[in-house]
């Protein structure tokens, strides 16, 4: 009988055939026919290198190669979906045989699934992870535009969710950029753990053919060949951090999402996002949701459970491959596609928002320059902590009257401390607040402009 008729790869040593509900929880093809691709090029390049060992005659790799390709047409018309084998590796062995006949059975000499669906997967991982930074990097250059816009904006900053001190609109925009950088890093670093060529190490032990290794990998487009088998056939430490960096940018983007929330309500009212990103209620006919940012902030949900389950398959697996590791891929494909959907569409609804203009919003509390009150009294020489505490009297004092900071008046906050005089008028100003702050990394116009071109600087590297 020929090998792999009905799809099993491994009929010599059963008597009984597998009873069908074993068989649906024995098979990835579902999940994991995405990988054809990687798995026809990387059986490509193993007919190759087998080869060269000598395994295979030229005529021989030849034939395979081109039985590959026309597996290949098959599987890029859409074939594939509905096929009863085990897996994707399974149902390119068994399309081979129709395509080659038995000379089908010789390509899988000195390799195993478990070293092939590594290898496969990698594959996968370090094309996924530039789609990501590709995408990501739209997103960044909406928030980049927004952060143009926003350097003559004020806007109050909080913290605790309280008015704290002035900032530009532009260094809101940028805090959200520094941290997505952060996550395209941590993307590219897992690309780059994923390039450890895993192909050779058959089940667990090595390849007993003597392969080239390194041709293997410079012909597959990894870095480097792994340094051992057993390590190399269990090991899904890219995946994990692939699956951590996307955690944590779900994480950043479900809080840039919560601040597009509270930023579109009515009481905050800073930004506007565009109709093409908002929708309306089925009862309430004035009613325009920030669902884009809703949605944006429930995914994070998903995508922090897909790390924690990988995290959890691989914990207490003894060494070398086990099944168990089948998981890693559906969890995997889940992160980057939730990613391939929020990112282009928080891209365009960031690209499309608008600030909100100063005379369409509720002005500025005068409490937020109770700092810069503060300071005042420190460049007259007062301690911090004292003119802290006498600023806090002259806010209470304010609420007790009725009014502001601002209407206060020289002579009750001259009762607080003799140090006040006629310039503090100087402090009650928007502009002087934030220009205050011209530090590296603060809010003052220069250096919030020399921040937006080193992120553009860094976003375009
Ligand atoms: N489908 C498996 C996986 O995704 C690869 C096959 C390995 N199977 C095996 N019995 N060793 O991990």
Redesign the pocket.
Known sequence: MQANQGGALWGGRFRQSMAPDMAELNR?LPV?RRLWKEDIRASQVWAQALGRAGVLTPAEVETLVKGLDAVARRMAAGGGEGEPD??I?SLVERWLYEEVGALAGKLHTGR???DQ?ATDFRMWGMQAGARLREELDRLLEALLLLGEDGVDRILPGYTHLQQAQPIRAAHWALSHVWALLRDRERIRLAEEQAAVLPLGSG?LAGCAFPVDRQWLAEALGFRAVSPNSMDAVADRDWAVEMAFAGALLGVHLSRLGEDLVLFSTREFAFLRLSDAYSTGSSLLPHKRNPDVAELVRGKAGRLVGNLVALLTVLKGLPSG?N?D??E??GLLFDTVDTLLLVLPALAGALATAQFVPEGQRAPLAPELLATDVADYLVRKGVPFREAHEVVGRAVRLAEDEGLTLATLGLERLRSLHPAFDRDVEGVFSWEASVEARGVPGGTARRAVLSQLSEARRAIRR
């Open positions: 990835s994991d085990e897996d590796h195993s699934r478990n669906v089940a491959y099944r590791l089948q890693d891929k």
